[in-house]
């Protein structure tokens, strides 16, 4: 049985590979609901449930399927980090002011609260009962979440999730599941004579993890540890050795490639030597990747110390140049007036490391590189100050560079080369298009070290083949051969908007939203208006509500 349906899956697959493009989209969308005609009847069907069966949960928006639909609570902002807290703070204050005593579990993520099993039921029953929570849902194992007022009882397992369903005034999400606390039942000690794996008895009253996943803590909560760990305590909390306590900023580098100005500026100055792609328009056209990008930092983000955005001379009409943590940087503020007007990426990124004020740590983005879910700064450093950085299967041909190279592979030629040369070790695969994390004293010591690959990148102000990609590529492997950066892992995914499934592949992601970052990347192929609107509806869907960089 398992075999037939193997193949017929294996013929499914081969006949939707054989429809063209248009056809792959009408059955993609049709097998996920995603037709007009499907939201409508959906939306209907939910408004009836709503009006005669009920539907669980709070809030003023439906969603859901159509088997199970559900309430959200509409937000009109969102970080999830404080978002996080607010959880995490909701459920602290109503279990403790109800006399059962909670313990956070310092440093876990996603953050997990400890109850005895003395107490579990009567924390469910103040959960239930508050104002403050009764709007949660809970999610037991595989069981489908409820709402936490709808409980008749406590869960009978061990743990549970609560999160809150948060939806933007358009329906599209912004929290679920994805986002939870985790509460525990850990069973107390009450009497001698249970006996410590390692030797010895437990105290009355300490707590026991039991048959729960290891949560990289404790198994075990002594009396005394368990007054260290109730919050609002005055007990001194010491970071982690791998926590990342350092401020972290973020640059970006953009351009306006719709500007006439900029526009006729650069006409000027074509036709000074440059790779076979450096003077292609989707290098500078501007699909407003940048306010959604943004829209990521603050969705997924908001830990960052300040903002850098590097521009030639140019602002988005929506930025809101009055934010607190953002300041905009002018070419003319990093070079010489002899050495602007720069088109090339490479020379603007070579002097990055010289914006005034700039933290020692700071993250190096595109405006086509997206957050796409929670992610924390230990994601991009370790706790001993050492940069991450997210190595490609994508190989680096083993020749010399050449003149009609891609600009990408000729800088990786050129990186590898100069490693070679400087360390005798070599570099095989490029980098991912993830945010760059950097370090400043790495960058100027590279600089002082390899003046000349500096000086080279700023006088090609078009992309060259004789370019180093400093901070997607050369700073990481220097940093490696040194020391200062390890290679690591994040949950990543890339696509060409230009390619032909890419509706299907955006409905896909905005489905799962499993990458906590990913880069929608514009490779010179213009776009049809299907691309175009879906483009463009996947950015909206997925970060839907404004952040505070807009007017």
Not at 43 to 68: C, F, I, N
Not at 80 to 93: C, N, P, S, T
Not at 230 to 253: C, F, K, M, W
Not at 391 to 405: L, V
Request: net charge negative.
């Amino acid at each position: 049985m398992g075999g037939l349906k193997k193949r017929v899956g294996e013929l499914a697959q081969r006949l939707y590979r054989a429809l063209p493009a248009g056809g792959r989209r009408g059955v993609s969308a049709i097998i996920h609901g995603e037709t007009d005609a499907q939201r409508r009847l959906v939306e209907r069907v939910r408004t009836l449930r709503a009006g005669s069966l009920g539907v669980p949960g709070e809030g003023d928006q439906l969603g859901g399927s159509l088997l199970h639909p559900h309430r959200a609570e509409i937000a009109t902002s969102f970080d999830a980090h404080a978002h996080l807290e607010d959880l995490r703070g909701r459920i602290v204050e109503v279990l403790s002011e109800g006399t059962v005593p909670v313990h956070e579990l310092p440093g876990v993520r996603p953050c997990v609260l400890v109850v005895s099993d003395n107490d579990w039921s009567r924390a469910w029953t103040l959960l239930a009962g508050d104002p403050r929570t009764r709007s949660l849902w809970a999610a037991e194992g595989r069981r489908r979440a409820v709402p936490v007022s709808d409980a008749a009882e406590a869960p009978a397992g061990a743990e549970c999730l609560l999160f809150r369903r948060l939806v933007a005034p358009g329906g599209h999400v912004l929290a679920d599941e994805s986002m939870h606390v985790c509460l525990e039942r850990w069973s107390e000690v009450t009497q001698r004579g249970v006996r410590r794996v390692d030797g010895g008895e437990h105290e009355i009253g300490t707590l026991l993890r039991g048959e729960l996943e290891p949560n990289g803590y404790a198994s075990e909560l002594s009396p005394a540890v368990r007054a260290t760990l109730v919050p609002g305590t005055d007990a001194v909390r010491l970071p982690s050795i791998d926590a990342v306590t350092e401020p972290v900023d973020l640059v970006y580098t953009w351009v306006d490639g719709s500007d006439l100005a900029w526009l006729e500026k650069r006409a000027r100055w074509e036709g000074t030597g440059f790779t076979v792609d450096a003077q292609l328009a989707s290098r500078f056209v501007s699909h407003d990747e940048l306010r959604y990008s943004l829209r990521s930092v603050e969705m997924y983000a908001n830990w960052f110390n300040h903002l850098y955005l590097v521009t030639d001379a140019q602002v988005p009409e929506w930025l809101n140049r009055e934010h607190p943590r953002l300041t905009v940087v002018d070419h003319r503020d990093l070079f010489t007036e002899d050495e602007v007007p720069l088109f090339n990426s490479h020379a603007i990124e070579s002097r990055l490391h010289h914006i005034p004020g700039l933290s020692e740590r700071f993250i190096y983005l595109n405006d086509d590189v997206f957050f796409g879910s929670t992610v924390w700064p230990e994601d991009f450093y370790t706790g001993a100050g050492q940069a991450r950085f997210f190595p490609s299967r994508a190989t680096i041909d083993p020749g010399p560079s050449r003149p009609d190279d891609v600009s990408v592979t000729s800088a990786a030629k050129n990186n590898r080369d100069l490693l070679e040369r400087a360390l005798g070790r070599t570099i095989t695969t490029k980098l991912k298009h993830t945010p760059h994390a950097q370090l400043v004293s790495l960058l100027n010591e590279l600089e002082e070290r390899f003046p000349e690959v500096f000086e080279g990148n700023v006088r090609a102000r078009f992309r060259s083949h004789t370019d180093h990609s400093v901070v997607s590529g050369l700073a990481q492997r220097y940093g490696a051969a040194t020391g200062r950066a390890v290679v690591s892992r994040i949950a990543y995914n890339y696509a060409d908007i230009s390619r032909p499934d890419i509706e299907q592949v955006l409905a896909r992601w905005l489905r799962s939203r499993q990458f906590a970052v990913f880069c929608l990347n514009d490779t010179g192929t213009a776009l049809d208006d299907a691309k175009a609107k879906a483009f463009d509806a996947y950015l909206r869907r997925y970060f839907p509500v404004a952040s505070g960089f807009e007017l």
